[in-house]
Every structure is written in C-alpha cells, then in structure tokens.
C-alpha cells in the first residue's frame, strides 16, 4: 500500500511540473517581462508568512497582471528545485496587488506580465514577524526597550487625466494615468475628480477667451 501511494504521488508531482511548464511556454520572451512591484497595501509577508521575496536562487513566478492590479496565469518560470517552494510560490502571487505597467506617453494602465522570486522565510524571520506585525510596530517597544515615535499617515497618489469645457464642466469622464496600485483608491480619486464638475477654472487664450482643454490631476491620499 505504501509503495502505492508513493507512486501515486510521484505521478502528481510529474503532472503539476508539466502543467506549469505548459503554462509557461505561453508567455512572451524576457524582454517583455517586467519586475513586478507589490501594491503598497498588500503586505507580502501578512500574505504568505512562509515566504519572503528573494533576488536570486529562488522560485521565480511569471504572471500576467491586468489594469487593476489583479495577477493572473501564474506559472514557474524558473523553478526553486523544491514542489512545495514553488507551488506556495504561485499560490502567493495569486493573493497580491500589483502595480500595473502604464503606457509610454499619456500612462493609462495596461496589461502585463511581470515576474518576481520567492524564497522560504527562515525561522528567525517568521519569529521575529510572523504575520507583519513589524509594520504595525508604532506604539511598541523596540529591540532597545524605547517607544517609538508615532508613524507618519501611508500615502498614496493617483494621477488623473481631466478634460473641461469653456464652462469648467467636464467634458469627459476623468481617466488614471497612473493608477495607487489600489483599485478602491482609484476609484475614489476618479469620484473626486468628477465631483469637480463646474467648479474647474477653464483655461484661456492669450486675449483671456476660455477654452475647452485638458489637464493632470493628482490627488493623494493618506492612510491612517
């Protein structure tokens, strides 16, 4: 029975191996890929305890990530030589936020792939943090024995493309350009931009005529 199982299990581990190499064989060449940068609100090491990200000698995972940020078709790129490494891997990228690549000239978010490395955690990180409790550590005692000073508030900035007529009126709703890496954030600035409507000073000619015209707009946020 044990022989069995063994074999069984072997079998699956072959199988998961060339489903991702499948996977893989659908992505475009290094050239094409980008290093991925987490969303600022998606701590890594609150996600996946037993990892952190690695620069080298490591599981590394190649995905797609869409204009929200949202990571798709993660497969291994380059294997850690461990299943379990690997497979954790691209189970944590599937839970992430990233930044979305932004296109050459006016920055409106596009899809891409982008690929980032993993490592395990050793002990000592996974004690001394184990569930991202050192970013929350205003308030705490440090390794001296001192109380910290109080964190200043996270920011987080989206830049907008805004379009007005003569009137100040909106001429078209408010487009990211360069998206938080937050899509709630996003959404909110694009919300603010278009509350604006009206009240947006026009711009003028040489002879002081409003005109019609467009402008970037960005508005930051701060986190407590």
């Known amino acids: 029975m044990r022989k069995s199982r063994c074999t069984t299990l072997t079998c699956a581990v072959l199988l998961a191996v060339q489903a991702n190499a499948g996977a893989a064989q659908n992505i475009p060449g290094s050239a094409s890929i980008s290093l991925a940068h987490v969303a600022w609100r998606f701590d890594p090491i609150r996600q996946c305890p037993d990892l952190r990200i690695a620069e080298d000698g ?3 995972v190649v995905f797609r990530v869409g204009v929200s940020g949202v990571p798709s078709r993660a497969s291994i790129k380059s294997s850690s030589g461990s299943e379990a ?3 954790a891997a691209m189970n944590c990228v599937l839970k992430l936020r990233f930044q979305p690549a932004t296109r050459a000239g006016d920055g409106v978010s596009v899809d891409s792939w982008q690929e980032i490395a993993w ?3 050793t002990q000592r990180e996974q004690h001394r943090d184990p569930q991202g409790t050192a970013s929350r550590a205003a308030g705490k005692e440090n390794d001296a024995g001192m109380r910290p000073e109080s964190s ?4 987080a900035k989206v830049e907008l493309h805004v379009c007005s007529d003569v009137a100040g009126k909106l001429a078209q709703d408010p487009t990211v350009i360069r998206s938080s890496g937050d899509p709630g954030l996003d959404e909110a600035a694009v919300a603010i931009a ?5 009240y947006y000073r026009p711009a003028t000619t040489s002879g002081g005529k409003p005109v019609s015209g467009c402008a970037q707009l960005a508005i930051e946020f701060e986190i407590e």
């Open 119 to 121: 490592r395990w955690a």
């Open 152 to 155: 200043p508030p996270k920011e």
């Open 194 to 198: 278009k509350s604006g409507s009206g």
């Open 85 to 87: 490494l690997d497979t």
């Open 58 to 60: 490591a599981a590394l």
